[in-house]
């Protein structure tokens, strides 16, 4: 049963380069890349998972391991779409910032001034949003202090005692991680355009840069090769149809596309380089021990500052490291845990999805081993496993 669970698809035309050139410049032979893959997620309980790497602007190598689904066990392979959770808003941030290149969309107009009316007469945040329109800040959160996540909003009002939108910062000031934010300039956006989230990203990204198993929403043509999500048992908890439109999170995705996006960015095919530029410049610094600290824990991070963490245009920035500047973006939900970074000077990214509560286990092993990648907070995101424990006794 294990062996089958493990089964792995690799593509062809990449093992014919016979080898990855990881960070420091050595050479990993693309076997022992696979068998060490596969034995990791194994020891891990990684139900499925896809891994792709780039390295100087190319793809080479993708593979593809485990189940995409139960009863009757299907394998997971490279063409196997899966729920990207939080990745969603780092591409998100990036059809934004498009959208600020060709269309002139103001980054700097707050929100409460581009909606044609308050926030709490539409219908999604009749009730969410009352406690932030009754905040005079609220005035003062722009499209650039929300996609920095420096608003100083929680992450979802779904975890707010009373389930309402609140300002906890000064806009602007520090970083905290909402989801909320970016929901709020899809709201903008879609009553600005006429048109719903998934179409206008369809349009201006997916269809252009062949992202054929990817959507904002779940499409039909997914249906025949998607995920499930397990839990940390391997049970099954859930079929991936991402249902409405979110930027915090809904996008179904696979790792060759998630490719496909990165080198388009290499290639300056969705951002001029100036643009970009800015998108990937430090909006604000990090320098907690936790991208999501527990009540009154001010404590700073050694890791944080060893590797300059910091947050741009909805991508994690690394700003000094060994290997030069690195942007990521983590994803994580019920039977949806994945992680991708990329360094810019060698234009050299991994991405790894997985359709399990565990994937996270997995993250160090393979990006240390696999990439060389020696240099991602890992304390900080939480990929250690006591801290993946801790977490697990808060839910």
Not at 88 to 96: P, Q, R, W
Not at 248 to 277: H, P, Y
Not at 342 to 354: A, G, H, N, P, S
Not at 369 to 378: F, Q, R
Request: charged fraction near 25%.
């Amino acid at each position: 049963m294990r062996f089958l669970a493990f089964l792995m698809v690799v593509l062809p035309v990449f093992a014919e380069t016979g080898v990855i050139r990881r960070l420091d410049g050595t050479q990993l032979p693309v076997g022992e890349a696979e068998a060490f893959a596969r034995k990791t997620l194994e020891a891990a309980h990684v139900t499925g998972a896809q891994i792709v790497v780039v390295d100087r602007g190319q793809l080479v190598w993708s593979a593809a391991f485990g189940l995409r689904r139960k009863n009757p066990e299907l394998p997971m392979t490279p063409e196997t779409t899966l729920w990207a959770g939080s990745v969603t808003k780092a591409v998100f941030a990036t059809y934004v910032m498009q959208l600020a290149e060709r269309e002139g969309f103001p980054l700097d107009v707050p929100i409460a001034e581009q909606l044609g009316k308050p926030l709490d007469s539409y219908e999604a945040y009749r009730e969410s949003g009352t406690a932030l329109v009754a905040d005079p800040r609220w005035k003062r959160v722009t499209p650039r202090i929300l996609l920095s996540h420096t608003s100083g909003l929680g992450n979802l009002s779904m975890f707010e005692p009373d389930k309402k939108m609140h300002l906890h910062s000064e806009p602007g000031s520090e970083y905290r991680y909402s989801g909320d934010g970016l929901n709020l300039i899809q709201l903008v956006l879609e009553q600005k355009k006429g048109k719903l989230l998934d179409q206008l990203m369809q349009e201006a990204l997916f269809s252009p840069l062949g992202m054929k198993r990817t959507g904002i929403i779940y499409r039909a043509e997914f249906g025949e090769n998607v995920a499930d999500r397990f839990g940390a048992a391997e049970q099954f908890l859930a079929q991936t149809r991402r249902f409405p439109a979110r930027a915090a999170g809904s996008m179904t995705t696979s790792a060759e596309d998630l490719a496909k996006f990165v080198l388009a960015l290499f290639e300056g095919r969705i951002l001029q380089t100036d643009v970009q530029k800015k998108m990937l410049l430090p909006a604000v610094k990090i320098r907690t021990v936790h991208q999501f600290p527990m009540p009154n824990d001010a404590a700073e991070g050694a890791e944080a500052s060893r590797v300059g963490l910091a947050y741009g245009m909805g991508w994690g920035l690394l700003t000094k490291t060994k290997y030069g500047r690195a942007f990521f973006k983590e994803g994580h939900g019920d039977g949806a845990q994945n992680y991708m970074i990329c360094f810019e000077k060698r234009q050299t990214c991994m991405i790894v999805l997985t359709n399990s509560d565990n994937g996270e286990l997995a993250f160090r092993p393979l990006f240390e081993k696999i990439l060389g990648n020696t240099v991602t907070p890992w304390e900080w995101e939480s990929y250690t496993p006591e801290a993946i424990a801790t977490l697990r006794n808060l839910q």
